[in-house]
């Protein structure tokens, strides 16, 4: 049997449009765009994060939600204008800051889904994300994650 092969399809809430299909990202921990992230390199920058040294530049990006200052949305714009940035976001709950810096960079942004993301997409699996209905498929688990 191939159950390895079979899709998981996530459903929750788009709220910002587009359609991207990248490698995953995962962390459990709040990202701060502002202050957390070098934006000229996508790099990850605070000091104790599980993602420390870890690039989310042309990642699909799954955190529980941002945290920090609201200059974090134009953080987020500015990487996307420097190709930088992520492909996409799933959030738990997105807030204001991660929601604004998505729609200012045009950068598809999911959350609320009937599975928790956090659990159920690991790094390196090969996720799509539809921002137009609110749906995230993992279409291939990463390789390190098959038993």
Same mark, same amino acid.
């Given at each position: 049997? $191939?159950? %390895?092969? @079979? #899709?998981?399809?996530?459903?929750? $809430? ?6 991207? %299909?990248? #490698? ?17 390199? +996508?790099?990850?920058? %605070? $000091?104790?994060?599980? &993602? ?6 042309? @990642? ?11 200059? =974090? ?9 420097? +190709? ?10 997105? %807030? ?7 729609? &200012?960079?045009?950068?598809? &942004? ?8 956090? #659990? ?13 209905? =609110?749906?995230?498929?993992? &279409?291939?688990?990463? $390789?390190?994650?098959?038993?």
């Amino acid at each position: 049997m $191939r159950e %390895e092969n @079979k #899709k998981i399809v996530l459903k929750g $809430r788009g709220l910002v449009e587009g359609r991207v %299909e990248g #490698k995953a990202l995962v962390t459990s921990q709040p990202i701060s765009f502002y202050g957390g992230v070098n934006p000229l390199s +996508g790099v990850v920058t %605070e $000091r104790g994060h599980e &993602l420390e040294g870890k690039t989310i530049s042309g @990642k699909i990006l799954v955190f529980p939600y941002g945290k920090g200052s609201t200059v =974090g949305s134009y953080v987020i714009y500015h990487m996307a204008k420097i +190709g930088t940035a992520p492909l996409a976001i799933i959030n738990l709950e997105s %807030e204001p800051i991660i929601v604004a810096g998505c729609v &200012l960079a045009n950068i598809p &942004l999911v959350d609320k889904l009937d599975k928790d993301p956090i #659990k159920t997409i690991e790094t390196g699996d090969m996720v799509q994300v539809n921002g137009n209905h =609110g749906i995230v498929v993992i &279409l291939s688990k990463s $390789r390190k994650h098959k038993q």
